[in-house]
């Protein structure tokens, strides 16, 4: 009955940087989390995890600008978004899962990132 929802997408230059975030209807820590993207014309890529016990991994396309973190505090999770290009251009999602399942069983509807000069 969890629902996400993202925020902080925009427009920004490319170089530029942006914090995304995922806000969950209730608490998610027991949840691993991940941010996807869906851009024109191509697949959903996901590009980066953060488990419930905080370990990340991310896709090469982003490894060492982007960055996932979680305030399950204020059920939350983050992605920090730096060195930003024109291909990172994309619909964010984030979406969860519990162990041990092997889907992702909730997502968000995304927010919108455009990089252009």
């Known amino acids: 009955q969890v629902q996400l929802v993202e925020s902080g997408g925009g427009s920004v230059q490319p170089g530029g940087s942006l914090r995304l975030s995922c806000t969950a209807s209730?608490?998610?820590?027991?949840?691993?989390m991940a941010w996807s993207r869906q851009a024109p014309g191509k697949q959903r890529e996901q590009i980066a995890h953060?488990?419930?016990?905080?370990?990340?991994t991310y896709a090469a396309s982003v490894k060492g600008r982007f960055t996932v973190s979680r305030d399950n505090a204020v059920n939350t999770v983050y992605l920090q978004m730096s060195n930003l290009k024109p291909e990172d251009t994309a619909v964010y999602l984030c979406?969860?899962?519990?162990?041990?399942?092997?889907?992702?069983?909730?997502w968000g509807q995304g927010t919108q990132v455009t990089v252009s000069p």
């Open positions: 979406a969860g899962r519990i162990w041990p399942s092997a889907s992702w069983d909730i």
């Open positions: 209730g608490d998610i820590r027991a949840y691993n």
């Open positions: 953060i488990t419930s016990s905080e370990s990340t």
